[in-house]
């Protein structure tokens, strides 16, 4: 493993720490919220930048202790999602993301990670010929996101 960073022509790759925790989709805006007013997840020219994935099942058993009680039965909780974010590679901040989490999320034994990561972080350089990035394109982009954001 690569265990520094590194610069090309266009980009650095950062150490960094990738955050990730699973939670019901109607958490997800609440444990953001809580987030990024510790971190405002930056990236370059952005803010609030996370990844959700799409909704699966989460599959578990209560066992003695939980506090819904011992069952017998396996449950299937479908609308789970994945989040993932980014944030410098900072113990103590790590420590505050996660306690965020932890508070804002309706589990009491909620799916968090972190684990360290290479992240690419653009140098900024002036790219407005490159016929692969979005504004150059015929598709909207804005448009299909709220589509998509509308149907799910």
Same mark, same amino acid.
């Given at each position: 493993?690569?265990? /520094?960073?590194?610069?090309?022509?266009?980009?650095?790759?950062?150490?960094?720490?990738?955050?990730?925790? =699973?939670?019901?989709?109607?958490? *997800?805006?609440?444990?953001?919220?809580?987030?990024?007013?510790?971190?405002?997840?930056?990236?370059?020219?952005?803010?609030?930048?996370?990844?959700? /994935?799409? =909704?699966?099942?989460?599959?578990?058993?209560?066992?003695?202790?939980?506090?819904?009680?011992?069952?017998?039965?396996l449950?299937?909780?479908?609308?789970? *999602?994945? *989040?993932s974010?980014?944030?410098?590679d900072?113990?103590?901040?790590?420590?505050?993301?996660?306690?965020?989490?932890?508070?804002?999320?309706?589990? =009491?034994?909620?799916?968090?990670?972190?684990?360290?990561?290479?992240?690419?972080?653009?140098?900024?350089?002036?790219?407005?010929?490159?016929?692969?990035?979005?504004?150059?394109?015929?598709?909207?982009?804005?448009?299909?996101?709220?589509?998509?954001?509308?149907?799910?």
């Amino acid at each position: 493993m690569v265990d /520094s960073g590194f610069e090309t022509r266009s980009l650095r790759m950062e150490l960094l720490l990738l955050v990730t925790f =699973q939670a019901p989709v109607a958490d *997800v805006e609440r444990i953001m919220e809580a987030v990024v007013a510790i971190t405002p997840l930056r990236m370059g020219k952005y803010d609030a930048n996370a990844y959700q /994935s799409a =909704q699966g099942i989460e599959r578990y058993r209560p066992l003695e202790g939980a506090a819904a009680g011992a069952e017998t039965e396996l449950r299937r909780r479908p609308g789970t *999602v994945e *989040v993932s974010f980014e944030i410098v590679d900072d113990q103590a901040l790590a420590a505050r993301v996660v306690e965020a989490i932890f508070q804002a999320h309706s589990y =009491q034994e909620p799916v968090i990670r972190i684990q360290p990561l290479l992240a690419s972080r653009s140098k900024g350089l002036d790219d407005r010929a490159n016929p692969n990035r979005w504004w150059n394109t015929t598709g909207d982009w804005k448009k299909a996101g709220q589509l998509v954001e509308h149907n799910a």
